[in-house]
């Protein structure tokens, strides 16, 4: 998905709060598959998967933040309320199913 650009500075942050939230994800699914290696407990590495579903839910949610505000404002600049509405919908009905 395509982050779309808004105010420079602003977008820039989002999205290095993005990247290093998936910088460490990929460290925690490193971990996890280390526990397995090492034969941990199973509550433990369980314990872990949560920890990276909780993880990469909430990062799908600051995606989706970021896309919907940035269209929100190019839709009251430009005046495409149907066709905002129709992408908010459908990306939305995407990430929770």
Do not use: W
């Not at 433990?44 to 998967?49: A, N």
């Not at 995606?63 to 908010?88: P, S």
């Amino acid at each position: 998905m395509r982050i779309q650009q808004g105010a420079g500075a602003p977008v820039m942050q989002e999205r290095r709060q993005i990247i290093n939230r998936l910088r460490r994800i990929e460290g925690q699914i490193r971990g996890i598959r280390k526990m397995i290696d090492d034969e941990q407990p199973c509550a433990e590495v369980l314990m872990q998967i949560a920890a990276v579903k909780a993880a990469v839910n909430k990062t799908g949610v600051i995606v989706f933040q970021t896309h919907f505000r940035r269209c929100l404002e190019n839709t009251i600049a430009e005046g495409e309320r149907e066709e905002f509405v129709e992408e908010v919908m459908r990306l939305l009905g995407k990430y929770i199913s």
